[in-house]
């Protein structure tokens, strides 16, 4: 299973940006992917997670209203469209996979997470 993260960059506050995972030897019709990120210094975090359903979408409050995620499940593809980026949103962002069952709040614990992408580095100036 491999998950390569992609579509970072410097944006100014209030920008966008759309973040891509491209997912192999892994069925979205059967696994949960989760963007994750990790500032400096501090712990890494869940942004948004779309469960393997599909139906089923999940945001942390901080990004609520500005992130959506959304999968293609023929290109085997997670997107993370951030829009009205702050500065606070800066971090490297990973994409994580997981064939579990996940219940309440329980997408938001890495250790859920069995394969992870290299990450893909985000920089809001202000």
């Known amino acids: 299973v491999q998950l390569q993260a992609s579509g970072g960059g410097l944006v100014q506050t209030g920008g966008s940006l759309r973040l891509s995972c491209a997912v192999s030897?892994?069925?979205?019709?059967?696994?949960?992917i989760t963007w994750f990120r990790q500032a400096p210094g501090k712990e890494r975090e869940a942004v948004s997670c779309?469960?393997?359903?599909?139906?089923?979408?999940l945001y942390a409050e901080s990004v609520k209203g500005r992130f959506t995620i959304s999968r293609d499940n023929a290109k085997n593809m997670v997107y993370l469209q951030m829009n009205s980026l702050k500065p606070e949103d800066t971090a490297v962002y990973y994409c994580?996979?997981?064939?579990?069952?996940?219940?309440?709040?329980?997408?938001?614990?890495?250790?859920?997470?069995?394969?992870w992408g290299q990450g893909t580095l985000v920089t809001v100036s202000s």
């Open positions: 030897g892994f069925s979205l019709l059967y696994g949960s």
């Open positions: 994580a996979a997981t064939r579990r069952g996940l219940i309440n709040t329980s997408w938001q614990i890495t250790t859920n997470y069995d394969y």
């Open positions: 779309i469960r393997r359903n599909g139906a089923s979408t």
